[in-house]
């Protein structure tokens, strides 16, 4: 089966602008989280959709932050404005609800970059 | 509040050499997952093992070991005869354990970079 995809892979924009990631997650994978790193720290959890419905947004930085999950599928997650702190590779993940062991499947991540 | 504690940043040993990455958490919860994710220069996080609080047993799977102590709150990752392709860098990480299963929130740690010299 395919992964998770992510996309764009690399997004150099300057502050003030808007960027939109977007997550397509594994066929069937009811579950799909969010999390960011930033350069040199932990990755931390930003939230988790189930299907459509957001479960827990506690980890979102702040209200520059939006993520939509429409019709339960693919996933975006749009910054605007942008701030140089933003900068951070952002990771997505999916699993299944019930079944099998329930790790989550990480995509390759998107590398923003806020100059 | 959940952390994890990787203390090691960077390590890096001689292509079979064993090595053994340290991992430290912290939960208040009883019951808890714990996990290992590899990242290749690829960029991806690909799972290696999910442990259950409960189960202490040390667990094997050809070259790769995992020691889980709950007395120290360490699960802690070998690699026996390691070789070139294990560099990457490896996130320890942890999660509560919630009643509908799949949603489970990552702690994670700040990853530990390993370097296999050939």
């Known amino acids: 089966e395919a992964g998770v995809t992510q996309f764009p892979s690399h997004s150099v924009i300057e502050k003030g602008q808007t960027v939109t990631l977007r997550c397509d997650p594994i066929?069937?994978?009811?579950?799909l989280y969010w999390y960011r790193r930033v350069m040199g720290k932990e990755i931390k959890f930003l939230l988790h959709?189930?299907?459509?419905?957001?479960?827990?947004e506690s980890g979102m930085p702040n209200n520059r932050f939006l993520a939509e999950r429409t019709g339960g599928t693919y996933s975006t997650l749009k910054v605007q404005p942008a701030e140089l702190e933003d900068s951070g590779v952002y990771f997505c993940?999916?699993?299944?609800?019930?079944?099998?062991?329930?790790?989550?499947?990480f995509g390759p991540g998107t590398r923003l970059t806020v100059t | 509040a959940q952390k994890v504690t990787q203390a090691q940043t960077e390590i890096s040993v001689v292509e079979k050499e064993d090595v053994t990455l340290d991992c430290v958490y912290e939960?208040?919860?009883?019951?808890?997952?714990l996990f290992w994710y590899k990242q290749p220069p690829s960029g991806e996080l690909v799972f290696l093992i999910r442990?259950?609080?409960?189960?202490?047993q040390n667990e094997i799977s050809g070259r790769y070991s995992w020691n889980f102590q709950k007395s120290t709150s360490s699960f802690n990752f070998t690699i026996t005869a390691s070789q070139v392709v294990d560099s990457a860098v490896y996130f320890c990480?942890?999660?509560?354990?919630?009643?509908?299963?799949?949603?489970?929130?990552?702690?994670f740690g700040t990853g530990t970079r390993l370097t296999i010299i050939p």
């Open positions: 993940a999916s699993s299944r609800s019930s079944g099998g062991t329930y790790e989550q499947y």
């Open positions: 066929s069937g994978h009811d579950n």
């Open positions: 959709f189930v299907k459509e419905s957001k479960q827990d």
């Open positions: 939960t208040r919860d009883t019951t808890y997952y």
């Open positions: 442990r259950n609080s409960f189960d202490e």
């Open positions: 990480a942890l999660s509560e354990a919630v009643l509908n299963f799949g949603n489970e929130k990552l702690t």
